[in-house]
């Protein structure tokens, strides 16, 4: 193993440390967004799932442009214009957390994390040798997860325990500034009733404070997110070095369209990924409604981007053991059994609505996960006809469009109704609908599998 990693050239290894950075960045930011979005800026609950959607959306969806225009101007130039425009968007982010200025925020987040998805796989694919490209995407998954699972414990330190040790410190200034700037303004009789209903209970100032600063906590996450997307280009800048794409087609922005339009006439492709689009719409509640719900309903101290990090811990441990217990397991089946895990977990999430219940069902979440994504890739490389496995494997991704246009508006919808800051809460019967959005999904490939039977094992990927 090790005498195959030195085969990998510096251009791939410098792009992972790009895509460690990127990922740092992003996933410290969106594991707090919907929260940022209601306690700091003042969005509704339903708003701010809606916007969290809708720029998960486009995250998956711009990427199709933006890697037309980067194959044109050059992958280094695309990760220049990635970098420059998420570190003005997270910089914004945090500085201006206003209702006039968020929405543009997150529209720059967007262009310039969809400059990095294609530029980055695509270089990971370059740079690999030709032999060791498994191995290559493999070093990328590990890369992201890790990611994944370190921004989330840095947007805890600073979310909680920044705060709290500022509230001890010694700066009059700052503590003054964030008595006046940081909501909540005012006590009400709703802040009463949740600060009596911590465990242990608090009292409504200490409370009140601690909130406040937790909402300067989050304007520091997005701070440190701009850091990281520096830091990131800095790494453009001094170790990234354009691979060689020598003889390579060149594919205009009109004709990427075209050929992704022309898709839609394979219904049996098109089909599939809306199936799965269920899956995706279960996933994505771990940013969307899952945070928000484990600091209203469980706890407001409650270590809720620890929590949610156990979903990549698991994977870096355990995707590869996984993989081999499902090896000899047909594509199909083998999805269709991560499915039915990822919607037992969400109907665990919902019976038991605890700290533990949730650590349990997040953890069994994950494990649905590791079963399900190796094989969807796989089996969408099947699909494929011979030379168009690329354009297969992109519009793979419209099942995350298609999930967070939906499970954005129907994740606020279902906070808002059943998990409120204030009145009778019923968590189960939000999670029950992601867990009936699941078996629904899992129905439909029962349907699916009897209609189109089982899709051969040896698709065209393997030959290419």
Known sequence: MLSSIKKFPKTFWSANTIELFERLAYYGMNIILVLYLTRRVGY??????????????????????????????????GLFIAFSVLALGYGLLGLFPSKSTVIFSL????????????????????????????????????????????GKIIAKLLRQNLGEWLARSDFERLKNWVAVNVPPFEMTEGLLARAARQTPPMSPEAFMDMLKWQGFGMQAICLFSMLMALVALAFVAFTYKEPDRTGEPQRSIGKTFTDMFRLFGDVKFVTFIIIFAGFDLMFWQLYISIPKYIVTHISETAPMELIVAINPLMIILFQLPVAR?????????????????????????????????????????????????????????????????????????????????????????????????????????????FAAVGVAALISLFFYNRHYDEQPEDGVAAGE
């Open 44 to 77: 509704s609950v339903e708003a701010s799932a809606s916007i969290t959607g809708l720029f998960i959306s486009a995250l998956y969806l711009l990427p199709i442009p933006t890697g037309a225009i980067s194959d044109k101007i050059g992958f280094r130039n």
């Open 107 to 150: 529209v720059l987040i967007a262009i310039g994390g969809s400059f990095v998805k294609p530029v980055i796989s695509g270089t990971v694919k370059k740079a690999s040798p030709a032999d060791l490209s498994k191995l290559g995407f493999s070093i990328f998954y590990m890369i992201v997860n890790i990611g994944g699972f370190t």
């Open 325 to 433: 217990i499902v090896m000899k397991i047909k594509s199909t089946r083998t999805m269709a059994i991560g499915m039915a895990i990822s919607a037992l977990a969400m109907v665990m999430m919902g019976l038991i609505p605890t700290l533990l219940g949730a650590c349990l069902s997040i953890m069994l979440f994950a494990v649905g996960e590791m079963t399900f994504a190796p094989r969807f890739l796989d089996y969408v490389s099947s699909l494929a006809p011979k030379g168009k496995v690329g354009l297969y494997l992109g519009f793979a991704y419209m099942r995350s469009f298609i999930a967070n246009m939906i499970g954005g508006p129907l994740g606020g919808y279902l906070l808002a109704k059943h998990v409120p800051e204030e009145g009778t809460r019923e968590p189960w019967k939000m999670f029950f609908v």
